[in-house]
């Protein structure tokens, strides 16, 4: 065994790759001879399945001791492919590949060695009643786990590598028979067209998809939950999978996919429906309670009954800045105690950030820095933004409630309302790889061509 600076008995193609890799100690050649036989590896080992090279590739070698049934014997393996270009097989030696040299033929075999192929639980996502097992770090493995899921032949699942520095490997899934065809051009060239330095999670990639780069609102799904991923996929979307990340990219989106919760297909319809206006209704309150305040505090506290009109007055009585700031001070500091959450190990996050909530809740009315109906309104909204059941959709509602705050600081009550209507046109200007945003549901291809045709 030597490394790749030793180039003694080496064939020339195997050279010229073993000068342009850096000179790694994990770049090995591997001489193989007994008899008249002989033969030449090449690859990297910590990248390379050594157990599987051992018993795939040298063992049968000195088991055979003939090149020409060795030959005949590699040329058959299933994990073989054709040699592509120079540049490609140094990309392919990077990833796990190895290069065979025997009777004057050059074969790469994929002998990788798998990431993490372990499926944890849902984290970002999670239900009482549904799967409860998210996806792994492997691309194949998950491949593996979408097809357990769903058993269709009409499952297509295409392979692409990235054009990155990482050049990682993508799996494009879709049904045939659901497909959208325009979509899946547009989902192609766009990946086709990606000219990024480095794209290393799904995340990452569902970013650089996005046309408008200036736009709050998502025009992807990412997903860590099998089952969600099949509910799209019986709906005709195209879900990308990227390695090395335990999360998918389903696309494309409309607005209303961003209220649907897993949890609903495992209730009945009584309880589903129940559980999606609580959805919709922690949305609307997320939204608008603190630009209501705003609005009736300060220009139309003639809205309300006298008794709630004199109540908020009362308590706010002792706050020495107007309502808006007041609000913008107590939003900040719910933003950030979720963002803390985030960050914290989760031994303590959940014990630091209540702790965290009731000391500052309680140190402003005493204070009088916030008054108790706005300490009120504010847990509504922190509660409310977790009923929404995607977090994509929860961190658009958090920028847009402080932008209807500052609406509705200048032109009151029909500033809010304005806003809205802004947020409303922004949504219908929209689109998801041709799709519009705040579309309705979704046909198939197939009703689609049933449409045209009708």
Known sequence: ?????????????????????????????????????????????????????????????????????????????????????????????????????????????????????????????TTIHGPQLALSEDLETNVNIIRQHYHQPSLFVESQQLNDKSKMTIAIMYDEKEVNIDVLRRVKEKLGSLDEPLIQSAGDLAVRLTSRKFSLFPMSIITERPDRIVYNLTGGKIILLVDNTPFAIVLPVVFFDFMVSMEENYHTYAVSVYNTLLGWAGLMMCLLLPGLYVAFTAYSPEILRTELTLSIAGSRIGVPYPSYIEAIIMLIFVELLTEASVRLPRSI??????????????????????????????????????????????????????????????????GLISGMLLIILHLTNLDSFGQPYLRIGWRSKRSEKKVSSE
């Open 1 to 125: 065994m030597t490394d790749g600076n030793d180039t003694q008995g080496m064939p020339v193609f195997m050279k010229t790759l073993t000068e342009a890799l850096p000179s790694s100690f994990d770049v090995l050649h591997v001489p193989l001879a007994i008899e008249e036989a002989k033969a030449h590896l090449l690859y990297i080992k910590t990248v390379a399945n050594g157990e599987v090279l051992q018993q795939t590739v040298i063992k049968p070698f000195f088991e055979l001791a003939d090149s020409k049934k060795f030959t005949a014997y590699i040329k058959g393996l299933p994990n073989r492919i054709d040699l592509p270009s120079t540049d490609d097989v140094l990309t392919m030696l990077t990833s796990g590949f190895v290069l065979v040299y025997v009777e004057e033929t050059f074969n790469l075999l994929e002998i990788r060695r798998l990431g993490n192929t372990m499926q944890g639980q849902t984290i970002a996502e």
């Open 349 to 414: 996050n959940a014990a630091a950030t209540t702790v965290g909530g009731l000391i500052l809740g309680t140190a402003a009315t005493e204070a009088a820095l916030a008054s108790n109906i706005l300490i009120m309104v504010i847990a509504i909204v922190a509660i409310s933004t977790f009923v929404i059941p995607m977090i994509e959709l929860g961190s658009v509602v958090r920028i847009c409630r402080l932008l209807l705050i500052f609406f509705t600081t200048f032109f009151g009550l029909i």
